[in-house]
Structures are given as structure tokens and as C-alpha cells.
């Protein structure tokens, strides 16, 4: 009976055993350092690659060495590879989340897209936004507090406007702030507000617009 034999193939670093040639210690490739003012013409990804080059440069490409660029908003406005500005970053603690993440806000800051970033708890962005020259509002016990009935800029814009306009932004503001009020009784008393219990909060707010100067602080009533 016949017996197919498969050809054997010299292995990465030649083939093996007494005669083979095979290399086993590779000398590594010289590298050279300079900016890219200096040594311009030597840079290796002059022309472009698989990978699309619009966004923010995050690193190489482990298989073909090229320069990969990716940000949400370049994407989106840009390159047209995404229907969406969005991303969703997953991956195991230390691996580099928030690294990427910080390169990313820094990247779109160049590009002038303004970094938001809602929640910092470690914190991870205080020190970039710093260096961008950003403010950080930190909120806590003895550190600082949101105002949620601070209209903010909608009664001055509400001001330089008329007819519908006008009253579309103020019942905006009214119901964000509204919205605010019922989310935080819903929280300390573990049940939302009833449809009378809003009714007399939204009016109530109103006669915070109508009778109140300046912004109003919500008061905190403490019972025994």
C-alpha cells in the first residue's frame, strides 16, 4: 500500500540538526533615532498603507509595521468608516484603556474637538486637562456641589429671543431642571414622584422664575 509522504520544510531560522545551516541566534536590526525636522526623508510610512490615515495616531501595526489612526470623530467626520461618533472601550485591568483613551482626547484636542469628560472618579484625565489648559470641577463633601435648578446660560439666551423660539428654550430648561428634582427624590426615597407630586414641582419652579432674584439653591430639610 502506497504512503503519502509530506515534504518537510526548513523551519524559520533555516533547518535544523548536524548540516543544516540553521541560524540560532539572529543579530538584531540597527536602529537610529531622529526628528522628524532631521530625518524626514527616512520615514518609513511616506506612502499609505492598508490602514485608513485620518485620526489620531495610536501606534503600529503589529503585522506590517504602518502607522495606525483611529479616533471616533475623525471616523465619523472625516473618513466616513463609521455611521456613528461613538466607541466602546473593553478590555482587562492595567492593559491600557484609559492610556488609549487620554491619547485619543489629546489627539482630537489638536484637532479642535474639546475633551468632556463626565465622572473621573480615579481620577485618569485631571492632569491632561490640565495641561490643555481645561477646567476640572471637582464635586464631593467640602469640595464643591451642583446646583440643579442653575438654569445656567438658558435665561440669557431665553432673553435675546422671541416668539417660539423663546418659549421652546424655556420649556427646555424647565424640564431638564424638573427632570433633575424628580431624579433625586426618586433616589432618597426609593420611589418616583406621583403625577400631582410633579405638577406641584413644576409649578413651583415656576414661581422660582417669577419671584426669585438670582439662581435658587435647592435646601436640604434633615428629620430625627
Known amino acids: 500500500m502506497a504512503r503519502s509522504i509530506t515534504p518537510r520544510r526548513p523551519g524559520l531560522r533555516g533547518w535544523p540538526g548536524r548540516g543544516g545551516g540553521a541560524q540560532p541566534r539572529l543579530d538584531p536590526t540597527p536602529e537610529w533615532r531622529g526628528t522628524t525636522v532631521q530625518v524626514c526623508g527616512l520615514w518609513p510610512f511616506g506612502a499609505g498603507s492598508g490602514t485608513p490615515t485620518k485620526g489620531v495616531p ?42 488609549l483613551i487620554r491619547r485619543m482626547a489629546l489627539g482630537l484636542a489638536g484637532y479642535g474637538v474639546h475633551p468632556l469628560i463626565f465622572g473621573d472618579l480615579k481620577p485618569d484625565y485631571v492632569d491632561l486637562v490640565r495641561a490643555l489648559g481645561g477646567q476640572v470641577i471637582t464635586l464631593g463633601r467640602g469640595r464643591g456641589f451642583l ?31 424638573l427632570n433633575a428634582v424628580s431624579g433625586l427624590i426618586t433616589i432618597l426615597r426609593r420611589e418616583p414622584p406621583t403625577d400631582r407630586e410633579e405638577t406641584l414641582l413644576a409649578a413651583a419652579l415656576d414661581l422660582l422664575d417669577d419671584r426669585h432674584d438670582g439662581v435658587p439653591v435647592l435646601g436640604i430639610s434633615c428629620r430625627s
Open 58 to 99: 495610536l501606534g503600529r501595526d503589529l503585522n506590517s509595521g504602518a502607522t495606525i489612526h483611529c479616533d471616533p470623530i475623525s471616523w465619523f467626520q472625516r473618513a466616513g468608516l463609521i455611521s456613528n461618533p461613538s466607541a466602546f472601550v473593553l478590555g482587562q485591568p492595567g492593559l491600557g484603556k484609559s492610556s
Open 147 to 177: 446646583n440643579i435648578l442653575d438654569p445656567g446660560e438658558s435665561m440669557a439666551a431665553a432673553a435675546r429671543l422671541t416668539g417660539d423660539a423663546r418659549r421652546a428654550l424655556l420649556a427646555d430648561a424647565h424640564g431638564r431642571r
